[in-house]
């Protein structure tokens, strides 16, 4: 009974959360209320993930409104399999805040605090879930608004500035993506995003289906930070609360990718995006773009948490890359990507909010005989830096396997090269800290030697193995995966 | 067709670059929110014109009326003006807590702020 | 059944050890007696696999599904047992010789030494039991690892320079080539297993299996063909018992392993010979050998001189394995082994010296056989070895490979093994001369002047270390003469039984 409504549980839940929140006031309750519903959303995520991917394509429509009339969500593996990526990062995340979020976050503004990743997690559920356009722009927004406010309650001023930035720019992303989707309304009469894949390849391909691409790619591609679009991210990572850097990291960028292949592939289809133009030229160029010189960005940084955010950028451009390739092999690799560096960043940036919590600041020279002091955090966090780089063993590995086999299995041996080359550029960025960690002396001033608290650490040291355990075993993963791209590839049809 | 058929067009087009201009020409902080307002403004335009039918009445079924005018772009943008009302009040609530913090509502000003901060701090370092 | 097990417990017990000996780091008694009883079992355990894999058995053992479509696995095959035999057998000496050294020279963090030494082995034996080239790819990646912190033991600049040439040739060239070769294999043959006949057989042409191929030999940076051999003498900056280890143990003959690994089974030695992919190699090979052999002739710093002794005998390997003979094989098998035996007798000669006379350079050690005979034999030993010389065991492999480049008529390489040897001669037989015929200087007999220069009156090393030295040197005649368990395997590698 209950299990036919789980598409629109696994949204309402923590969209319910943030009010009770908001009525709870105090930080305690607060948090588990918060800790609860994610884990709530993960425990509905699972079931949800395993029936799309031996059912198919499930269709639920909300208040009995049967579409196109009423809006549907629509789950198949792919969103399935983002979906849990998100929430199994918020349950990864929700633990850690408690401690992490009382350092950094004024006491009475916790439970707005845990309010708004509700809000925000509603958010990022709801765009992956829906399977109508306009709703689609509304839970962006939801999210994109939590996430402004999250950025916000950086104890670093420059963190308002920061949001202010975002703000800015992901609502001129989110506008644009409506002039988008206007088009496409204009011209087929539907929001419904099945009807439009079917819709769409029926109208040919007027201008008018170019100029929404065009609108739906930039406006996407700004959520996503996909370089040059990418100005905002780096400051909006860096001043953000610990938690919070962690938890966007991980999902906001990722659900906007997921939103992108699914208008790529599902719905505009590849003969108009593709085929037709040089949409894949331009993504290569931009994708390569963004493997190179982010990179080159991030090995110049003085703050760890700003070489982290280049980092992600950079790592941006491999996913996109593996979208360029416009192949389903190209696909796996980038929801693989996906999954595995949800995974590895957002644990990296706990680590990194545990060693924030120890020594006050994120600047690299501070982290200066960090090898000896906080042992066991300075080497999780070079675990994860060996699966920024690709090292076998680490979830970053399986990413570069299907990535590079994809590019040689269409041809493309020089892309193979590429990828080498900019993942030597990873080397050299995690080298850096190696080198201050393990090579400098503790400055003077420095807090005694001992490991963040246990509740900050755990959480951080559960995701850097499941970066390796993904890394040593990724044949449910790596299926997974496949199951992703192949039901983007192959439609809602 | 007709620089008149496409009048809503242009006009939607044009405050969308007015409105972008203003975003990042602007260097006071809440000059660019109103630039983005005309933005987003704009794309309000944008659905609404197409849905108006000439001879279209408002579509409640009564006799003698036949051509209605389609109202699901109505209900969207009245979706999207709530949106954007709530990035607006977000925007200012957040150009009033960086007054509070840098004392300027000067994009230029607060960067070189920043800038000054960084400096500083290496210094010390 | 049996094997499989066995391939767990080769690949458990250094892990075991690893962690029992970062925990017992407190009581150094304690940590040494595990490394050594680790070390110990270890090798019981290698050698229990002989048997089997020499009459033919090829135990596996599926470890992960790393991959939906390849998994990580291991099998014993005669070359990796060759391998794992040598890393464990040699891994006891070398911890009897470490024991001796970190003591002796009062070197901190001598726990960390132990743990990354067995990292190194654990890293070794996956590497050799591989049972397809990921996995290879995987424990040779976690090799580069472990030892870089061997590398900056001192943690002094010149170190961390240094570490950084070895980390960017090491890394560098296994991701940039190697990687992208292996992924290219599994995109052209499917398969990344290693077997009989090779895998690429009848799937590329001539032109890709050659770029194929420069992907590997240059990838398999750890072979250390010219240009891509900094990193060698750049890691000599690490303790001599670290020096040994990469230099004879586990490193370098992990890469030179990888490479024979990868002519015969990704390659296959007939594929490579009709098609004429790897003619270039043993020119290659050849300019390294020569190359290194000249400045091996002029540094003067010991451990360089050996370094460079060893970028060159890597290439032995090298070409033997690319002159592609069934032979040429069985030499290149054999000189992993002789080799290693040879070279890390020469490194514990070294390290002793440095240990007991606090002596670095060739021009110091005028006379100090006097006062060390049994380094310097050892030494004497391990340096005809290196030379070719009977009664030590690089006659043996030389040989083979001689008589293979012969029945080739490959000249080249006929050229260079006879110009080479006569570089080895060239380089080592004065160090020899000058330790035993030369009077020590007679600035010696004034350095108590200085009131504090105790170490002119210096004898031997530690008995660990002189054990250690004289067991190698031992091992390096014995070899000579008793071959035959390491030829058996060498032959099933070669002959495809």
Known sequence: MLSQHLPILLVVVPLLAAPIIVLLRRSFPSWLVATLASIATLAIALPLLARAVSEGVISYAIGNWPPPLGIEYRVDAANAFVAFIVSLIGVFVMPYCRRGVSSEVRAEEHYLFYAMMMLCLSGLLGILLTGDAFNLFVFLEISSLATYVLIAMGRDRRALVASYQYLLMGTIGATLYVIGIGLLYLQTGTLNLADLAVRLPAMGDPRATLAALAFITVGISLKIALFPLHLWLPNAYAYSPSAVSAFLAATATKVSIYVLMRYFFTIFGETVVFDARYTGVILLALSLAAMFIPAVVAIFQTDVKRLLAYSSVSQIGYITLGISLHSVGGLTAAVAHLFNHALTKGGMFLVLGGVVFRLGGSALDRMAGLGRTMPIASFAFVIGGLSLIGIPGTAGFVSKWYLVTAAMAEGQWWLAGAVMLSSLLAVIYVWRFVEVAYFREPPAGHPPAGEAPLSLLLPALAMIVACVWFGLDASWSGNMARAAAEALAGGWK | ?125 | ?497
Request: glycine share 10%; aromatic share 10%.
């Open chain 2, 1 to 125: 067709m007709t620089f008149a058929g496409h009048y809503a067009y242009f006009v939607t087009i044009l405050l969308l670059m007015v409105g972008l201009f203003i975003v990042i020409a602007r260097s006071n902080l809440i000059k660019k929110l109103i630039g983005l307002g005309l933005f987003q403004t704009a794309v309000y335009l944008l659905y609404i014109s197409p849905g108006k039918l000439i001879g279209g009445v408002a579509p409640i079924v009564g006799e003698g009326f036949e051509v209605y005018s389609n109202p699901l772009p109505h209900v969207l943008i009245l979706t999207a003006i709530v949106v954007g009302v709530a990035t607006l009040a977000l925007g200012l609530a957040l150009v009033v807590r960086i007054k509070e913090a840098y004392g300027s509502i000067e994009e230029e000003e607060i960067l070189g702020l920043d800038a000054d901060d960084e400096l500083k701090s290496r210094d010390r370092s």
């Open chain 3, 1 to 497: 059944m049996s094997g499989s097990m066995a391939l767990a417990g080769i690949l458990a017990t250094p892990l075991v050890g690893l962690v029992l000996v970062s925990l017992s780091g407190r009581w150094p008694n304690l940590r040494e007696g595990i490394t050594l009883s680790t070390a110990v079992v270890l090798f019981a355990q290698v050698l229990g696999l002989y048997g089997a894999v020499a009459d033919g058995a090829r135990p596996e053992l599926v470890l992960l599904p790393m991959l939906p479509e390849v998994s990580l696995q291991l099998t014993a095959e005669p070359l990796g047992m060759l391998f794992g035999l040598i890393a464990s057998g040699l891994w006891i000496i070398s911890s009897i010789y470490s024991i001796g050294y970190m003591r002796g020279n009062q070197e901190g963090n001598q726990t960390r030494f132990f743990v990354c030494f067995a990292g190194a082995i654990f890293a070794a034996q996956g590497i050799a039991f591989a049972g397809n080239m990921l996995t290879l790819f995987l424990f040779y990646e976690a090799m580069t690892l472990i030892t870089y912190p061997l590398v900056t033991h001192h943690g002094t600049d010149h170190a961390k320079k240094s570490a950084r040439i070895y980390l960017g040739v090491l890394m560098g060239t296994s991701i940039v080539f190697l990687l992208t070769g292996m992924l290219a294999t599994w995109v052209l043959a499917g398969t990344l297993d290693f077997r009989e006949g090779g895998i690429l057989a009848g799937q590329v042409g001539a032109t890709g299996t050659a770029v194929l191929m420069a992907l590997y030999m240059f990838g398999i940076g750890k072979a250390a063909l010219m240009p891509f051999h900094r990193w060698l003498p750049a890691a000599m900056v690490a303790p001599t018992p670290v020096s040994a280890l990469l230099h004879a143990v586990a490193v370098v003959k992990a890469g030179v392993f990888s490479v024979v690994k990868v002519v015969v089974y990704v390659f296959g030695t007939e594929n490579l010979m009709s098609l004429g992919s790897a003619d270039w190699v043993p020119m290659i090979a050849g300019y390294t050998i020569v190359a290194a052999s000249i400045v091996a002739l002029r540094a003067d710093n010991l451990k360089r001189r050996l370094a460079y002794s060893t970028v060159s005998q890597l290439s032995y390997v090298t070409l033997a394995a690319t002159l592609l003979a069934p032979i040429s094989i069985v030499g290149a098998a054999m000189h992993i082994a002789v080799h290693a035996v040879g070279k890390i007798t020469l490194f514990f000669a070294a390290g002793s010296i440095y240990t007991a006379a606090h002596k670095t350079e060739v021009s110091q050690l005028d006379g100090i056989g006097r006062k060390m005979p049994w380094t310097m034999l050892a030494f004497g030993v391990g340096a005809l070895s290196m030379i070719g010389l009977p009664p030590a065991a690089g006659f043996i492999s030389k040989w083979y490979i001689l008589s293979a480049a012969m029945s080739a008529e490959h000249w080249t390489a006929v050229a260079v093994l006879v110009v080479s040897t006569l570089l080895n001669a060239g380089y080592f037989l004065p160090i020899v001369w000058r330790a035993f015929f030369r009077e020590p200087p007679a600035s010696d007999h004034h350095g108590d002047a200085h009131g504090h220069d105790h170490h002119d009156d210096h004898g031997e090393a530690p008995w660990p270390m002189v054990l250690a030295q004289t067991v190698t040197a031992s091992l390096t005649i014995i070899l000579f003469i008793y071959h035959e368990p390491v030829l058996k395997l060498a032959r099933a590698v070669a002959g495809g039984d």
